[in-house]
């Protein structure tokens, strides 16, 4: 527009040095011009205030872009902190697991070592109930039924010892052989506690407690990743003992055994089993969490 409006003056510059125009057509080209110079001055203004418009847009595109970038930014970092919480509560709640692991296993452990000094006791309060018994029966009778035995016969019978305290001893002595074994087995020393025990079978292979050391030979095994002789010792317990109660123990360890070993398909079947013969046992509850930590299930 602006280039125009000069052209058009230039030519009526040269039309008036010319000559070539009247008056009259002077006057009218004068009001053309400034007509001309009005609508410059407008277009001009019209144009300064698109400037200005286009000024204000751009700052607020440019105010609108950094407020953008500060909520993204803000979002990241939301998110940053949200995956930091996150990661913070899994490790507390493993380590909770884990402490309520390890204090089941120790409650176990102590129940355990309690319900063998309770047998311990219960042989010794027999052994003492029916040992006065005994030789009461024997100072009674004796004078009774055999009044003239001499002085010597007397001692001799008299003195002899009765079978139940021998056999009571060999119960004392059973359970005190596991209570020294089980007792390094609780320190956590397993390469001894694995000798222990296999000296306590031999010593004691057919015993209520038998099936007991079998079980805690094999965990001692598990402990130290001897798995062979670890699964052949918890496999006793399972083959030769079927009602122990560590019966359920043997098959919820060997599981592990099988999935450490990668049998997959073999501890899914052990574990398994144990819910389907101990439905209402712990170690039901506790294979049914492996079967679904592991995606067996």
Not at 254 to 269: F, P, S, V
Request: glycine share 4%.
């Amino acid at each position: 527009m602006t280039h125009t409006l000069s052209k058009t003056v230039f030519l009526i510059g040269i039309a008036l040095t010319g000559g070539c125009a009247s008056e009259p057509n002077l006057t009218d080209i004068q009001k053309h011009v400034q007509t001309l110079i009005l609508q410059q001055e407008a277009t001009q203004k019209q144009e300064q205030k698109i400037i200005d418009r286009l000024e204000t847009i751009e700052s607020q595109l440019d105010e609108h872009d950094f407020l953008v970038g500060e909520l993204i930014k803000t979002e990241e970092e939301a998110s940053l902190d949200t995956r930091h919480l996150l990661e913070k509560l899994e490790r507390t709640s493993t380590m909770l697991r884990e402490q309520i692991e390890q204090t089941r296993s120790t409650t176990q452990h102590r129940n355990q070592d309690l319900s063998i000094r309770v047998k311990a006791l219960e042989s010794r309060i027999d052994n003492v109930i029916h040992q006065p018994r005994s030789v009461g029966s024997e100072v009674i009778t004796t004078p009774l039924t055999s009044p003239s035995l001499n002085h010597q016969e007397a001692q001799t019978e008299t003195s002899a010892p009765p079978e139940s305290p021998a056999k009571d001893a060999g119960v004392e002595n059973e359970a005190s052989a596991f209570r020294s074994a089980y007792k390094v087995f609780l320190n956590g020393n397993y390469d001894r506690a694995s000798v222990e025990f296999q000296r306590f079978i031999k010593n004691y292979p057919s015993t209520t407690l038998t099936p007991q050391a079998y079980f805690y030979l094999g965990e001692s095994f598990y402990v130290q990743k001897q798995y062979d002789p670890a699964k052949q010792a918890l496999q006793q317990v399972v083959s030769n003992y079927p009602s122990s109660k560590y019966r359920s123990h043997a098959l919820y360890k060997l599981g592990h055994i099988m999935l450490e070993t990668d049998q997959r398909a073999k501890a899914q079947e052990l574990w398994n089993k144990i819910i389907q013969d101990y439905p209402d046992s712990p170690e039901s509850m506790q294979a049914k969490e492996q079967l679904k930590k592991s995606g067996l299930s």
